[in-house]
């Protein structure tokens, strides 16, 4: 194991003022998101989408890392350069998702899922090392429900995250596990502070029980909000509060640093927050690992039309600068009013 260059990596990924782009959408996703702007998932309009978001004039500025999907790491840019080197060179690193999606797990109340991947895993991390992904995620998904999550989906899901985790290590790929706490459903912000505290808590047994490095691994989190039908929703300060008390009680301090996905959340919701939670004393870095509220607005603008990429360009990389004064607690709503 190099861990002189894991922690060289881990270390820039949380860079002051930079956070990570999540652009390792599935096809199947990215369908989806095509499918609401009516825009053909073929592979040449997935390269086109990505193309446009890596190539966004000084988004590099802002942006510390980008994860791929499988084939976006073996498509070329528009100059012919396959795509992460082009990352490389605009001093951005390339990442990779690594985990092959969700099956129910067995004997589970619905709805319970496990992430698949771990066969085959170490030799598609030594080839996604030798194409220059420097770190790799692993979504792990637990959803609150009725009599859920159970402690199998616990258990299951940290196991699962420390094995891949400690794969990556030994690949001298930096390991951001991402064990996900859905927001979708009823249930009150304190009722999703438990869970992530019981998804933390398991995660970090499962991870020291592995031998993984607490110092060369990145936490890709949920905050912890209300769920999504909730009449009463979490504000801001109440969101920030309860996730860095969730955090830590769980996160050891060792770790270089905490990343965000955006979850479902509004764009300035996801920003708003990380702002409030990087403005206070933490004993690590935080910042976003956003897909959605980096990307909503350039796709909404884009819409597959080639006459669109310069304003979807500009779009994505406000959102991008927005976030990364949020990883620095300096935004404030009246930024982006200034910017429309
Ligand atoms: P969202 O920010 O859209 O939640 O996506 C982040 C991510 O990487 C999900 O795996």
Known sequence: MDKALLSKTAAAMVAKGKGILAADESSGTCEKRFQSVSVECTEENRRAYRQLLFGAPGVEQFLSGVILFDETARQKANDGTPFPQYLAKKGIIPGIKVDKGLADLPLAPKGEKVSEGLDGLSKRLDEYFKMGCRFAKWRSVITIGEGIPTHACLYANAHVLARYAAACQAANIVPMIEPEVLLDGTHSAERSEEVHEATLRAVY??????????????????????GKD?????GVDEVAERTLRVLKRTVPAAQP???????????EAATA????????????????????????????????QAGNVAAAQKAFAHRAHMNALACQGKWKPELEKQAA
């Open 273 to 304: 927050h990380l702002s409030a939670m990087a403005a206070a004393k933490n004993p690590w870095p935080l910042t976003f690992s956003y897909s959605r509220a980096l990307q909503n607005p350039a796709l909404n603008t884009w819409r597959g």
């Open 257 to 267: 640093g905490i990343v965000f996905l955006s979850g479902g959340q509004s764009d």
């Open 230 to 234: 909730n009449p009463r929703q979490a």
């Open 205 to 226: 047994a499962a991870i020291a029980a592995y031998g993984v490095i607490p110092e060369l691994l990145i936490l890709k989190t949920s905050m912890v909000v209300s």
